[in-house]
């Protein structure tokens, strides 16, 4: 399973936490990082095919290869390329939700659960 990693680095916990919700090994998981560094004065659709296109993967393996993706923390940049990825893909990525763990000094993040964006569309349709 490939991890399309867009933020910080994920640390071994992450990578377990993420494991386990997939239901898999964690020597099951690759992890690509892509850096994202942008220019707010570019459009963010041409950010967003760019990080894509920083993957790597042809267009079979957009639509072959199981992965998830851990969005950049910029929301308009993340939506963009969620729909840039749509349309590679066909449908919705998961995605990973990081949050801070309460309490923690100093602070630190956990996965907090994996969202299947597109059983959340599918799910909303529903109430059209």
């Given amino acids: ?14 990578l377990q936490q993420t494991a386990a919700l997939l239901g898999i090994d964690v020597d099951s998981l690759k992890v690509q990082n892509i850096s994202v560094h942008i220019d707010r004065n570019q459009a963010l659709g041409e950010v967003a095919r760019a ?3 920083a993957v790597e993967l042809s267009p079979t393996e957009w639509q072959t290869e199981p992965f998830v993706v ?6 308009p940049l993340a939506l963009a390329l969620i729909a840039e990825i749509h349309g590679r893909v066909g449908h919705f990525p998961t995605i990973i939700n990081i949050r801070p763990i309460p309490n923690a000094t100093p602070v630190r993040y956990e996965v907090a659960e994996l969202v299947d964006l597109q059983r959340q ?8």
């Fill in 1 to 14: 399973m490939l991890i399309l990693n867009f933020t910080h680095p994920l640390t071994n916990e992450q």
């Fill in 70 to 75: 851990n969005p950049p923390g910029l929301a």
């Fill in 51 to 53: 990080l894509a296109d």
């Fill in 121 to 128: 569309r599918d799910q909303a349709r529903k109430q059209r």
